[in-house]
């Protein structure tokens, strides 16, 4: 099958990992950076190209999209869906998982459980607003930051009054979060492919910091996740419609919370701690059903 994995860098070990495993298992794979494949876009037909040549024929993509690209490698990977080709992780299932406050307003909806998040946008409000969450501490979180980036936690009120404030002075959205204290600095990375966790890992924070980002000097080991915890993982990324997605999830006293679902997680951690083909798995379940996507599209046609 002809693979393509959209991303900046064919150097970056994610990138380099997919390559490997698709080739592993016989298939073409190419790696495309996004910001170089243009279009064409008419009512009687679609032209892409890439450095001056066409592209075509993709029958799978594997969507690598770095946050600062959201907008235009979204477009792309759109582009590639409209010519035929299977993503795993569709373009508007990319750009609705990359917004938190959005992920948490449909994970809730569906039940799945999260620390409780307030939001508001006038500073009249945010007495009200604080008092809707509970005391201190607070989490306090810019809503398009990564990598443990742009993530605070304020002890006292006065603190994140005073944090909100200058968000909102810096014109950044944000979102408030009640602190999960018993998760002790511990989030899970469930790395969730089709519809099973095929690697989980359980990192934790540096001394001294509460974010477990493994960017942020965090420690990762393998971990066994709980039957509820597997099941929230895998609920929470289908509901956002991700067939590839790291779920964070946190232990709490009232069960798994899901802090995050990333749409493009990194490899290296978790294939370094779990030791687990997680490149392969997602070979493995994209050639799948892209081939079940074309076998009905077939059909669909022949009849
Ligand atoms: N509500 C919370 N309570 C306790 N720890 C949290 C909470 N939210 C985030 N954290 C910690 O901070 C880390 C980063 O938060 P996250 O929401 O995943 O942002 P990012 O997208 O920057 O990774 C998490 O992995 C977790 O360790
Ligand atoms: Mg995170």
């Not at 966790?197 to 066994?224: E, I, W, Y």
């Amino acid at each position: 099958m002809k693979f393509a994995i959209l991303s900046r860098n064919g150097k970056l070990y994610s990138t380099r990992r997919l390559v490997e495993a698709a080739r592993e298992r016989g298939h073409s794979v190419r790696v495309l950076d996004p910001l170089r494949c243009y279009m064409r876009i008419s009512s009687a037909g679609f032209d892409m190209r890439y450095k001056g040549k066409p592209l075509a024929g993709y029958a799978a993509v594997v969507p690598r999209i770095g946050a600062s690209i959201t907008r235009y490698g979204c477009a792309v990977l759109r582009q590639f869906e409209l010519m035929g080709s299977y993503s795993p992780n569709s373009a508007s299932a990319i750009a609705r998982a990359r917004d938190k406050l959005r992920c948490h307003q449909v994970l809730a909806a569906q039940g799945i459980g999260l620390p409780i998040t307030v939001f508001g946008d006038n500073p009249d409000d945010t007495g009200d607003l604080l008092a809707m969450l509970g005391p201190p501490p607070h989490v306090i979180k810019l809503n398009e930051g990564t990598q443990g980036a742009g993530v605070m936690l304020t002890e006292k009120p006065s603190a994140s009054r005073a944090t909100i404030e200058t968000l909102r002075g810096l014109y950044a959205n944000f979102l408030v979060q009640e602190f999960i204290a018993e998760a002790k600095g511990a989030d899970l990375r469930c790395f969730v492919v089709g519809d099973t966790v095929v690697a989980a890992m359980r990192r934790l924070a540096p001394q001294g910091d509460f974010r477990s980002n493994l960017h942020r000097g965090g420690t990762a080991k393998p971990v066994r996740p709980t039957r509820a915890e597997v099941a929230t993982a895998v609920h929470a990324a289908q509901i956002l419609g991700l067939g590839v997605a790291g779920v964070d999830l946190i232990r709490s006293k009232r069960g798994p919370l899901v802090l995050e679902v990333n749409s493009s997680p990194g490899l290296e951690g978790i294939e370094a701690a779990t030791g687990v083909d997680v490149a392969g798995a997602v070979i493995e379940h994209t050639a799948a059903a892209a081939l079940k996507q074309h076998t009905s599209n077939t059909n669909l046609t022949d009849s």
